[in-house]
């Protein structure tokens, strides 16, 4: 079981690109949540994802960020017209079901975004 | 409403030393609480977690976390620093046990000197 998988592990834009940054969960897990990590701060929740449905955004940004997790393939968190102020390390973690106490959740080794 | 404060942003510790990180929370209710590690270029690893039963809780690589409620705190101890131990660490609160109402402490960057 290779773990959570993201890729690109660093990422560069210029302001107004879009980033789309890319999450594999670990076998057998149908639920994602994304995070983001502003320097010298800690992880802060944004989505949560089960496979085709977004179950809560409520820590997104209400312009320019989306989510999806389609039937087949990778979670994707996509940033349109990126600012300075999206620079980051994005997180994403998944699990079997949505528990931390529970349940193991697996994070992946993060994306880093960098905005020019 | 919860919220981490981890007390030491740097920590500098000798191999073969005690590691002690500190960890204080708030929480309306009765809170899961967490220590996450993360070394470089690699995803955050749980260390060990407090979900209510034995306050003192034993986790991975000799790690170990009391949970004192009167005092509020959750604090990562360690007898003796491997060099190996050196990578930065997360305590986590969560009020409900979802993974999506986690709320992650800013982080300590553990550094093991030989």
């Known amino acids: 079981n290779a773990g959570v998988m993201q890729n690109p592990r660093h990422l560069v834009r210029r302001r107004g690109q879009e980033a789309r940054l890319r999450c594999s969960p670990m076998k057998g897990h149908s639920h994602v949540y994304w995070y983001r990590q502003l320097p010298e701060e800690g992880l802060k929740f944004m989505v949560y994802l089960q496979k085709e449905n977004i179950i809560d955004e409520s820590g997104m940004p209400k312009e320019r960020f989306s989510a999806e997790f389609p039937k087949e393939g990778p979670s994707i968190l996509r940033i349109q017209q990126v600012v300075r102020g999206d620079s980051a390390a994005y997180f994403c973690?998944?699990?079997?079901?949505?528990?931390?106490?529970?349940?193991?959740?697996?994070f992946g080794s993060g994306t880093q975004l960098s905005v020019l | 409403a919860q919220s981490v404060t981890q007390l030491d942003s740097h920590v500098s510790v000798s191999e073969g030393t005690p590691v002690l990180l500190r960890c204080n929370y708030s929480s309306s209710y009765s809170p899961s609480l967490f220590w996450y590690v993360q070394h470089p270029n690699k995803g955050l690893q749980l260390l060990l977690k407090?979900?209510?039963?034995?306050?003192l809780v034993k986790g991975i690589n000799g790690f170990e976390a009391e949970f004192k409620k009167s005092e509020t705190s959750f604090h990562l101890t360690k007898p003796s620093a491997h060099m190996s131990d050196a990578a930065e660490y997360f305590c986590v609160v969560s009020s409900s046990g979802s993974a999506r109402q986690l709320t992650f402490g800013s982080g300590t960057q553990l550094t093991v000197l030989p």
């Open positions: 973690a998944s699990s079997r079901v949505d528990s931390a106490t529970n349940e193991k959740l697996f």
């Open positions: 407090y979900t209510s039963a034995a306050t």
